[in-house]
């Protein structure tokens, strides 16, 4: 079975503050592939990042980076100096190579960052 | 810019109306897919057409049907629509090579309402 596992269901942070928001997965596929996706109140869910599992190079982009560990089967996403539109839900999702077509997407985290 | 456009961006229905949604991509993705979403849940996989080929998910139910009648477009048409239906319908695009497994790109959604 596949499952993704987004404990944290809101966060609340003060701007400028980091916030780290945690994902962990489950999959018994060796190749797979791990998303992080935004959807602000205004509802599309935006990409963020996709990152295969034979590559578990970190990743920094601005103010995102991402933490890809196998070992702990997790993908968090850390938020460096939080603003005011950071705010929104955040979901990680898993596509495993035995899938049809499937994203398993976690419940996904409310971040509120507060002025 | 190439974008996932879904029309309307608010559509009002009274109970047992059918009514239709649309989906259209300038991605020129091979994939297309429905996602149901309602409050404070993550997204879940109604259909998807891999080019011609349609995927029905094992629990969505018979009241939702799905075209495709070109690779450009897709539809979501809901034969009944009940109260339970009332929810953001989010159309998704992928580009599949078959040899990995890209990012999907989310449209706006549409959020219907059963009345």
């Known amino acids: 079975a596949q499952k993704v596992t987004q404990a944290q269901t809101e966060i609340s942070v003060v701007e400028k503050e980091d916030v780290t928001l945690d994902c962990v997965y489950e999959?018994?596929?060796?190749?797979?592939?791990l998303f992080w996706y935004k959807q602000p109140p205004s509802g599309e869910l935006v990409f963020l990042i996709r990152?295969?599992?034979?590559?578990?190079q970190n990743e920094i982009s601005g103010r995102y980076s991402w933490n890809f560990q196998k070992s702990t089967s997790s993908f968090n996403f850390t938020i460096t100096a939080s603003q005011v539109v950071d705010s929104a839900v955040y979901f990680c999702?898993?596509?495993?190579?035995?899938?049809?077509?499937?994203?398993?997407f976690g419940q996904g985290t409310t971040l509120q960052v507060k002025p | 810019d190439a974008m996932v456009i879904q029309n309307p961006r608010y559509q009002v229905t009274q109970f047992g109306k059918p009514v239709t949604l649309s989906c259209s991509q300038t991605?020129?993705?091979?994939?297309m897919y429905w996602y149901q979403q309602k409050s404070s849940q993550a997204p879940k996989l109604l259909f998807h057409?891999?080019?011609?080929?349609?995927?029905n998910e094992a629990d969505t139910p018979d009241n939702f049907q799905s075209r495709r009648p070109n690779t450009s477009f897709c539809f979501l048409d809901i034969r009944s629509p009940g109260l339970g239906d009332a929810a953001m319908y989010l159309c998704?695009?992928?580009?599949?090579?078959?040899?990995?497994?890209?990012?999907?790109?989310f449209g706006p959604g549409t959020r219907l309402t059963v009345l």
């Open positions: 998704a695009t992928s580009r599949d090579s078959g040899s990995s497994y890209n990012e999907q790109f």
């Open positions: 999959t018994r596929d060796t190749t797979y592939y």
């Open positions: 990152r295969n599992s034979f590559d578990e």
């Open positions: 999702a898993l596509y495993g190579s035995g899938n049809t077509g499937k994203l398993i």
């Open positions: 991605l020129n993705h091979n994939v």
């Open positions: 057409y891999y080019d011609k080929d349609f995927n």
